[in-house]
């Protein structure tokens, strides 16, 4: 196996993801998949699921507390700090890592709503920190992560988390304001799509279709959909006239969607998802 290396390579880095979550795994398989980082090199830790650090450890290779060392090493050797624990767990995990941190360490967070600024307050104004907000489709690398960076995180520290979410799927650099709002777009999306698939899949059983047919139909429906939008260029309105007829079926179900409130109701809950993003921001915020 071979990894990239030049002067401001990543390859020796190493990188502890400290929460090992869907998040973490999901970053952590992107990493691994581009070859990035050898697997000896990443470690991921959490407070005691043993059954999940051995899975991780099979799965990846990637070292956990079961494999002599204990968090507190990971996290102190570390050239890298993944913060992906639970928004609810983030002061509490934040004040345990402040004392074993060295001013070289880079920090980038996934924590949705929690500020730079509360995480300067819990780990010290000069760590160098990188929020983010990436989704759950960097599992398979179609992810799509907001990164936005404290004045502190010098360009090679740009450059090896660039390298990083750009393994995962698609990233943006975003101004910290937009952070809540790229969580209702792309972060939460995800579910928005999954839970259009459900109603669909239900559809497709109420007519008649087996549970796995209904998975099938739907899903290369959604599938290529997208792709569509992808190799076409062509925007989504424009591609919905195309499979509109005048007065047909596909009219008739969109006309039927918009005067029960679909679109009203997406945009409303893209925004309360937004809302919620800055509550949880606030409710940390309160508690450091
Ligand atoms: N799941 C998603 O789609 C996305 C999640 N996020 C953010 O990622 C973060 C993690 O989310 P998930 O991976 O879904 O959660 P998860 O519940 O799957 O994982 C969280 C992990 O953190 C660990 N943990 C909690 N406190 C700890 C502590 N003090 N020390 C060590 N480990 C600790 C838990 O044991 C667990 O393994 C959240 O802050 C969430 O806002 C961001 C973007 C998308
Ligand atoms: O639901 C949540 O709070 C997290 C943040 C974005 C996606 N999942």
Known sequence: MSFHNDSSSIASQRICFYGAGSMAEA???GILSQELVPSKQISMINRSNKERQQELHLLYGVQTAMQGKTNEQYLQEADIIFLAMKPKDAVSAL???????????LIIS???GLSIVGIQKLLGSDMAIVRTMPNTSSTIGLGVTGISYSDSVTEQQRFMTEMMFDSTG??????ESMQDAITSITGSGPAYIYYMMEI????????????EQAEQLVTQTVLGAATMVQQTKEQPAALRRKVSSPNGTTQA??????????EGALLAGIERCAERAAEIGRSIEEDI
């Open 95 to 105: 004040r345990e890592l402040k004392p074993l941190l060295r001013p070289s360490q």
């Open 27 to 29: 970053i952590a398989r």
């Open 170 to 175: 698609i990233y943006v650099v975003i101004e």
């Open 200 to 211: 669909m899949m239900k559809g497709a059983q109420k007519a008649g279709f087996t549970s």
């Open 110 to 112: 996934v924590i949705a």
């Open 253 to 262: 179900a969109i006309e039927t969607m918009s005067a029960h409130g679909l």
